[in-house]
């Protein structure tokens, strides 16, 4: 007895974090769901911190985009998203379109904000991740330029703003912030952006706004397309 060795036992190697198989990829974001992915008004100022007020909106399902007069058309999607040249030849297949505006009440004129949600399906997240990444450069060749615009039909957007510095800190986002010229502290900031294989085209407006504000909004229509099936 005294002589005899004890069975050895197996050593198993615990199982790390990272050999663990990723899930599966989602499947692309057809065009009968862009319908649920962008901010509805009401919720708008909850996303992004502004303040509330009472809400506008006009929504719909584009085959195309809309067109805008600039005198520098190179750089008119800085200031308005949607732009049709700037989507021409990049595959995508239908987008949806929301704008919102917040009124400073409802007996006086003017707005307390704006915003506009384009979301925008391609047939894979490949071709969305490389029409942000084409489109990146585009937005930092505006850097620190005036951008005069005159909508068509036209629009409270009619204005001459300043583009700032691009924020792509993130591969899959780009941001940049504006300043209206003589709109006493009104600013926006623009973002384009991709999830899976929809691009997020938007921008959002008010006095003195912060980035935090283009960041809320992103959050909201991303968690919207991370929960689609």
């Keep these: 007895m005294g002589n005899q060795s004890l069975p050895t036992v197996p050593t198993v190697a615990p199982v790390s974090p990272s050999s663990k198989p990723a899930p599966p990829p989602k499947p692309p974001v057809l065009a009968k769901a862009l319908d649920g992915l962008v901010v509805p008004a009401d919720q708008i100022p909850a ?5 509330p007020a009472p809400i ?13 007069q600039f005198q520098d058309p190179q750089c008119a999607p800085v200031a308005f998203p949607g732009q049709a040249f700037f989507y ?7 987008t949806r379109v929301q704008n919102s505006w917040g009124k400073v009440s409802d007996q006086a004129p003017g707005y307390a904000w704006r915003a506009s949600e384009f979301v925008t399906n391609f047939d894979t997240p490949k ?5 942000v990444g084409i489109k990146t450069l585009l937005l930092t060749n505006c850097e620190n330029r005036p951008i005069n615009a005159k909508a068509d039909p036209p629009s409270p957007d009619d204005a001459r703003w300043t583009a700032g510095q691009v924020d ?11 300043s209206q010229e003589g ?3 009104w600013r926006a900031w623009r973002a384009l952006a991709v999830r899976n294989n929809v691009v997020l085209d938007v921008v959002i407006a008010a006095p003195d706004l912060p980035q935090s504000a283009i960041l809320g909004l992103l959050k909201a229509i991303t968690d ?6």
């Excluded at 071709?127 to 029409?131: G, I, K, Q, S, T």
């Design 47 to 51: 996303a992004t911190g502004i303040a």
């Design 127 to 131: 071709l969305a991740r490389d029409f």
């Design 224 to 229: 919207r397309i991370d929960a689609q099936p």
């Design 88 to 94: 021409e030849g990049s595959g995508w297949l239908a």
């Design 56 to 68: 506008q909106s006009q929504s719909q399902m584009f085959t195309a985009f809309p067109t805008t």
């Design 183 to 185: 709109g006493g502290g």
């Design 168 to 178: 792509n800190t993130d591969p899959n986002t780009i941001m940049m912030p504006l």
